[in-house]
């Protein structure tokens, strides 16, 4: 199977892939870059030096969770008293527990929609949110807790950055290795991989006759493959990029995404 998270972070998965009898390759395709330009370090430290004028903090994400306390604890040898924290999974709750803070996490699901479905991000009017995320990304939490009437804050403490690779040398991997299940536990990783394959504008493949092999493979991996997502929204996408057996882990953890191979497991073993 491919694994397709940033560096280092399939390093987990892959050992209990590999303990199970399985094979896992990694192909990340997002890489996280933690801000270092003088603006960008001074923007938040800025926001970190008024934590304590904030009633919430909310992180998006295990890289919001890991980079944003690294910050905090250079400054706030103990969180400010009253400040909550929110995670959008529970792999971001988990480290965000490693504080003692009053931590919350919705048990229904890993979106924006399930985080701002939990009873404290009802009764928001004139509450401060502090919202640790990287640059860019959806506007939806923010733009929710506004309407409710809270002020919300982006403490931007990463930036996204896509590698390349070439498109062919990955498609002949993917059929070399025998690749039969794909891991893309976000929409915008899952979104940089359909790129990837994406035909070049422009040309013929009926005149190219090595584009039409690619073509070929291409259709094939979208009508073969077993999909692992993380969430209904990046299952939609999914289905609408051409893949056709898609499977919602219902979160981006180890051990949703372990789960959700163990279930497939009979779909792409051999007879």
Not at 80 to 87: E, M
């Amino acid at each position: 199977m491919l694994l397709t998270r940033p560096g280092r972070q399939a390093e987990g998965i892959a050992a209990r892939i590999s303990a199970a009898g399985g094979m896992a390759l990694s192909l990340p395709m997002l890489e996280i870059e933690p801000l270092r330009q003088h603006e960008d370090i001074e923007r938040i430290k800025a926001g970190i030096l008024a934590l304590d004028q904030f009633d919430i903090a909310i992180f998006i994400s295990t890289n919001a969770a890991n980079l944003g306390l690294e910050w905090i604890r250079q400054y706030w040898p103990q969180m400010p008293v009253g400040l909550s924290a929110y995670a959008v999974g529970p792999g971001t709750a988990a480290i965000l527990r490693e504080e003692p803070w009053p931590v919350y996490c919705s048990d229904e699901g890993v979106t924006s929609e399930h985080l701002l479905a939990l009873a404290g991000l009802q009764s928001v009017k004139g509450k401060r949110i502090a919202l640790f995320r990287g640059q860019g990304g959806r506007e939806l939490l923010a733009d929710t807790l506004r309407e409710r009437g809270a002020r919300v804050d982006y403490i931007e403490v990463y930036r996204r950055r896509v590698p390349r690779y070439e498109r062919r040398e990955v498609l002949g991997m993917m059929e070399n290795e025998g690749i039969n299940v794909l891991v893309l536990s976000s929409q915008q990783i899952l979104e940089s991989f359909v790129q990837l394959l994406k035909p070049d504008d422009g040309k013929n493949a009926s005149l190219d006759p090595a584009q039409d092999k690619e073509q070929k493979a291409l259709l094939s991996l979208q009508q073969q493959l077993r999909v692992i997502v993380p969430s209904r929204r990046v299952l939609e996408t999914a289905r609408a990029a051409g893949f056709v057996h898609v499977t919602d882990a219902g979160g981006a953890d180890d051990d949703a995404i372990f789960a959700s191979l163990l279930r497939i497991r009979p779909e792409t073993e051999s007879p």
